[in-house]
């Protein structure tokens, strides 16, 4: 991947953790032994019998408990019983989706979307919801002369995980990325708009989608994003999912930019030594190749990366939701400490910036408590 990116002008990266996106590399992960090393596994489980943490699992919060506009704790369902627990304060962490959900469950929220639904409005915040943005990826997938993640016999490669965790199920399937301008009028010393994931396997609707033989994709990735959608509430249901309209494609240079990405990755694919590997493209095809065609094949196979942003987000304007001590404006004792503070997303996968933000959060609530 390094190699054939250097076609478009990227220089080989030793490390994207080193404060400069540009080129392309190998990517470091969360993981050890073969498998995932979560937030969870490396910071919770090792303090689960500490006499100061309850950890319930399986519980669903319904709604924060108030005294006035402080925060003094959360009901929840746990196992057939709705309970009570009383808290000198409350850190919500429930993401991007149900943080937002539960601050409009709980009163805190756009005054006409909570008056829609009859919730009475504690504090009215037009923020909370609004500003959703996310990372979309488009599969580019070419057929691979030599064997891949995906192309042996899966009972072979679930045994030699069962065995050792090691084979191709150990991969987290994109092992190397490049960052580039792509969008025509980006300078260079402007942040990338694409990155690509690449990927030794048929990757396309999430893996769900598979297909016969050895593949590889060069996966174009919108970093820079433009286009901002809204989370609602569907009813005053806490277990009903809320509405979402992440308004991708919505913003003209959104689209510009993944249009780019394909054509970028094609030539990654086209390039030594992934050129030597390669056979013929599967997606988006040989014969998708004019503006209109491509436009149309981004707006068809764009999916989600799982990074959704933006919906409680930080700053010092009236559409903000939290401060920069990450506190609920208008309330006392209740932070939020996810992915829904940033208010714009970055232009890279979210999931070391989302521990941060955690971890700063706990160091705001310990010195407030």
Not at 76 to 100: I, N, S
Not at 184 to 213: K, N, S, V
Not at 233 to 259: F, G, H, N
Request: charged residues 15%; aromatic residues 6%.
């Amino acid at each position: 991947m390094a190699s054939a990116a250097l076609g478009l002008g990227l220089r080989a990266a030793d490390t994207f953790n080193g404060g400069e996106l540009a080129g392309a590399g190998l990517l470091e992960s969360n993981h050890r032994g073969g498998e995932r090393y979560s937030a969870f596994r490396a910071f919770l489980k090792p303090v689960l019998h500490h006499p100061n943490l309850t950890v319930l699992t399986g519980a669903h919060v319904l709604e924060l408990l108030w005294n006035g506009t402080r925060a003094a704790g959360v009901r929840l369902r746990w196992q057939g019983r709705t309970l009570d627990a009383p808290a000198g304060g409350v850190l919500l962490t429930a993401g991007a989706l149900q943080t937002p959900q539960l601050l409009m469950l709980s009163g805190v929220g756009p005054r006409a979307e909570l008056s829609r639904l009859n919730i009475p409005v504690r504090v009215a915040l037009d923020g909370v919801g609004a500003g959703l943005q996310d990372h979309l990826a488009v599969p580019v997938i070419t057929r691979s002369l030599v064997p891949s993640l995906d192309s042996g016999p899966p009972a072979a490669a679930l045994a030699r995980y069962a065995w050792n965790r090691s084979g191709p199920l150990s991969s987290n399937v994109a092992e190397a990325a490049a960052f580039s301008h792509a969008r025509p009028g980006l300078r260079a010393d402007e942040d990338p708009d694409i990155q690509f994931h690449f990927g030794p396997a048929y990757f396309r609707d999430h893996g769900f989608q598979t297909a016969p033989g050895a593949h590889f994709s060069v996966g174009p990735v919108l970093v820079d994003v433009h286009s901002r959608g809204r989370l609602t509430l569907a009813s005053r249901d806490p277990l009903a999912p809320p509405v979402l309209d992440p308004a991708y494609l919505t913003d003209e240079r959104d689209r510009q930019s993944l249009v780019e990405g394909v054509r970028q990755a094609r030539a990654i694919a086209a390039a030594p030594p992934l050129s030597g590997l390669r056979g013929a493209e599967v997606l988006p095809g040989e014969g998708v190749r004019s503006e209109a065609a491509l436009r149309a094949f981004v707006a068809q196979e764009c999916a989600t990366l799982y990074h959704p942003v933006g919906t409680a987000a930080l700053g010092d304007g009236d559409g903000a939701v939290v401060d920069r001590l990450l506190a609920v404006r208008g309330t006392q004792g209740l932070w939020v400490g996810d992915a829904s503070v940033m208010p714009r997303i970055i232009h890279a996968n979210t999931n070391a910036t989302a521990m941060m933000i955690g971890a700063r959060a706990a160091g705001f609530v310990a010195a407030a408590l």
